[in-house]
Structure formats: structure tokens, C-alpha cells
Nanobody, 125 residues
Framework: EVQLQASGGGLVQTGGSLRLSCAAS????????ITWFRQAPGKEREAVSC????????YSADFVKGRFTISSNNAKNTVYLEMNNLEPEDTAVYYC??????????????????WGQGTQVTVSS
């Protein structure tokens, strides 16, 4: 069974940090790119960061550069999103998703058909 298990969300104050985890099972991890998306109420789901185990490509949205870092523990089939200096605008449900191959220059949610269940991140001002 293919499964992406997202975890690590929570409530933090402005300037705080969280680390999200996405544990993958049931897929050949080395063939996939894992992307973190987020969706705030009333807004479209947007890509945050991507890492590909297929070719090593990565992607980070401009709004998180310098604050968020994506990494992977291949032994655990787990991708992490380290989020620092969080802002209220980062409040959203964060999802991880998997796609065969590389990270595209501009990942879009409708390209992905393997999704985790989402984890809520709330940043208070």
C-alpha cells in the first residue's frame, strides 16, 4: 500500500520553528520527487519545496528561501521540511506529495496523485 504520512505541524509564535516530516512507504523511494505543498483557507494549494531522489533536483518557493530547508533521510524514506522564522502568513495545512522523477521548475498540485493527509501549521502574531 502506498502511503505518505505527514506529521510535525503545530502552533507556534511568530519567529518560531517547526520541522515537518513526510514518511513514505509502498513506493520505490529513489524514483520519486517529494514536494511539500501548503493551502491556506480560501487560497489555492501552492508548492513550498521539493527534493528529488531520482536526480537530486530541488525547488524552493521564493517566499520561503532563507527560512525553510528541505532534506531527506534515505535510510528512513523520510523527507523533512525545517521551517524557521515562521510568520503568520505561513499558517496553512501542509501536505507532502510524491511524483515520479524530478522536481519541476514550478511544481503544481494537479501534477501529483500521491498525497499525504496534511498537517496543520498555525503561526500566531
Amino acid at each position: 500500500e502506498v502511503q505518505l504520512q505527514a506529521s510535525g505541524g503545530g502552533l507556534v509564535q511568530t519567529g518560531g520553528s517547526l520541522r515537518l516530516s513526510c514518511a513514505a512507504s509502498g513506493i520505490n523511494y529513489d524514483d520519486y520527487a517529494i514536494t511539500w505543498f501548503r493551502q491556506a483557507p480560501g487560497k489555492e494549494r501552492e508548492a513550498v519545496s521539493c527534493i528529488s531522489h531520482y536526480d537530486g533536483s530541488t525547488y524552493s518557493a521564493d517566499f520561503v528561501k532563507g527560512r525553510f530547508t528541505i532534506s531527506s533521510n534515505n535510510a528512513k524514506n523520510t523527507v523533512y521540511l525545517e521551517m524557521n522564522n515562521l510568520e503568520p502568513e505561513d499558517t496553512a495545512v501542509y501536505y507532502c506529495a510524491a511524483l515520479l522523477g524530478y522536481c519541476s521548475p514550478y511544481p503544481v498540485y494537479f501534477e501529483y496523485n500521491l498525497w499525504g493527509q496534511g498537517t496543520q501549521v498555525t503561526v500566531s502574531s
